[in-house]
């Protein structure tokens, strides 16, 4: 069909290329740059600089956050035995014991004690506000959820209207005492709140 075939294996066809390369990796100065792989570059451990604070070859990696960066993504991945290892031999906590005991208030309903934490610990007043909010939402569902309608409506109006934060939210969440569809609409789970104190 007009194309010559060539009886040589593709080895002998290709001389010219061939030999080239093989004269390069002859030169000296090839040879240690093909030795040096970015594998090479990547398995060297980080050195510390100096103080001991930053890491890593230019000496511009804080410590301390790249612990914490690892932490969190190990908790997040599910690894909590491994992100407490890590906290524990580096002696890096993820959070300060504040933040930590607040997590615990909130996460066992301790509603006074945890917005009460929350002001110690040092936020804007805008996002301690929003934080709080949250909070005492969370006390109000699970008081509709105990069916306590009384002290449900009370933290309505004394806890949660005096902040002035997503009034529209305020609205929704009043109209859960009202119609208990609301409370379904709103996406609210019996599930997320079980194990709570009140």
């Not at 511009?60 to 932490?71: G, L, P, S």
């Not at 991945?77 to 993820?94: F, R, V």
């Not at 004690?113 to 007043?125: F, K, N, P, Y």
């Amino acid at each position: 069909m007009g194309i010559a075939e060539d009886s040589e294996p593709p080895l002998k066809r290709v001389k010219g290329p061939l030999e080239e390369s093989k004269s390069l990796l002859d030169d000296h100065s090839t040879t240690k740059f093909v030795s040096c792989s970015l594998g090479d570059q990547m398995a060297r451990p980080l050195t510390s600089q100096g103080d001991g604070e930053t890491i890593g070859s230019q000496g511009v990696i804080r410590k301390a956050e790249f612990i914490k960066i690892i932490t969190r993504a190990l908790y997040s991945l599910g690894y909590d035995k491994s992100g407490a290892l890590l906290e524990e031999e580096s002696g890096i906590p993820l959070h300060s014991s504040m933040v930590n005991l607040f997590m615990g208030q909130v996460t066992n309903g301790k509603w006074h004690d945890s917005v009460a934490t929350l002001r110690t610990i040092g936020l804007s007043d805008e996002i301690m506000k929003s934080a709080s909010f949250l909070i005492l939402e969370q006390k109000f569902l699970e008081l509709l959820k105990m069916e306590k309608v009384a002290a449900a409506l009370d933290t309505l109006r004394n806890e949660i209207v005096p902040l002035y934060v997503n009034l529209d939210r305020v609205h929704k969440l009043a109209s859960c005492i009202i119609s208990p569809s609301q409370y379904i609409r709103l996406g609210i789970s019996g599930q997320d709140t079980e194990g709570t104190k009140g």
